[in-house]
Structures are given as C-alpha cells and as structure tokens.
C-alpha cells in the first residue's frame, strides 16, 4: 500500500519545533498528541458511518455515527503511550491495547515483554501507534503478533519514518496502510532517523 505522508504547513511547522533538541518535555509531549489527532483524522478518512435519526433544536433529522466500539488502539510500550491522548481526543470510546517492546541495542532487534489486547480483535479496526518507524522491527513483530491473535485491519501511525522501516514493513505486512507525518532520509550506523528527532520515549517522559 502506498504510504500516506501528512504534507500540511501546520504539521511542518509543529515537526520543526519536535526536531529542536532545545525543544522541553511539556512542550514535545503536546506536540506528539497534537500531531496524533491529525494522524488519526488521515486514517479515519474511510471509516463507516452508521445511520441515527436525531433531534435538533429545529427539528428531526437523519444523521450518521462511528461505532467506535469497533475500534482498538495499540500503543508500542513505551513511546506509543506518548500518541494515545491525541486519539482518545476523538474517539474517547475506543478500545485500549498494549504491546511491549524494546529495541536490543546491539542486534537492533525487537524484544517484547508485554502484551494486553482487546478480545475480538478479528471484528476490530486496529490502528498501532509508535512515534517512530526506524528499522521497522518493533512494528512488524506487533503486527504479526496482532495477525496470530486474529486481527484482520491494520493501520499504523507514526510521526517520523525512515525509508528503511517502511521497506521493510511492506516488505512483511503489505496489507498494512502506513501514515506518517513525515518520511526523513534515512537511519544511521546506530539505527536511529537522520534527521529525526532523537529518542521519542526519553523525550516523551524526559528520561534523558
């Protein structure tokens, strides 16, 4: 599937400002969940409204809702988490799942510890969020680790992604719509983005 790359002013602005390394906790936490809703509204573009005849203060009318019982989050221990509120925002009554990962420094590699998902994931849209597309190996076990679980519709949400990641996450799980708010030039020796914006989690919860 093609990737779909937020390309707005707003959104360039509000990167410029995550991209500073002068940039403080409270202000970069704001600005990960602001960028969030944004995602999640490119990826709600082609959800299914349900009819509902209303009252307004005028008169009656015929007008449509999400069910967004149908809908579950799953957040990438521990970045992810960092997305959440931006989506909570505008579908307060979606369902929560958690996924734990963490990278091994030395074989790059995905690790996870632990793992909680809404039952009848199979009747769900699941939408995966983690700050970070960087080799794509935390994003790609997930999704397979949703797919063995009986999920059938993946999104994933990022704000930066690195061409490699999304390689290979094509690569693997090419059923899977991608939506970022921008796709930087590459990864490093060490697997972080060029230019990125460091580590989102320490950033997130002002842990370095």
Aim: proline share 5%; glycine share 8%; net charge neutral.
């Amino acid at each position: 599937m093609e990737v779909i790359e937020l390309n707005h002013p707003l959104v360039t602005h509000k990167l410029t400002i995550l991209r500073n390394k002068k940039t403080g906790t409270k202000e970069f936490r704001e600005i990960i969940s602001e960028l969030s809703t944004i995602l999640c509204y490119e990826a709600m573009k082609d959800a299914q409204l349900e009819e509902k005849e209303i009252e307004t203060p005028i008169c009656k009318m015929k007008g449509k809702n999400l069910n967004e019982d149908k809908y579950a989050f799953i957040p990438i221990l521990r970045a992810g988490t960092g997305m959440l509120d931006g989506l909570i925002r505008v579908m307060p009554n979606a369902k929560i799942g958690h996924i734990g990962m963490y990278r091994n420094e030395e074989t790059l590699k995905p690790v996870k510890y632990y793992y909680k998902t809404p039952k009848d994931l199979e009747n769900r849209e699941v939408i995966v969020l983690d700050p970070m597309l960087a080799t794509g190996g935390s994003g790609i076990d997930t999704i397979t680790t949703l797919k063995e679980s009986g999920a059938k519709s993946i999104k994933f949400l990022c704000i930066i992604a690195a061409p490699e990641g999304i390689k290979n996450m094509q690569k693997i799980h090419p059923d899977v719509q991608i939506y970022t708010a921008a796709i930087d030039e590459k990864l490093n020796e060490n697997g972080y983005i060029v230019p990125g914006l460091g580590d989102a989690g320490d950033r997130i919860f002002g842990t370095k």
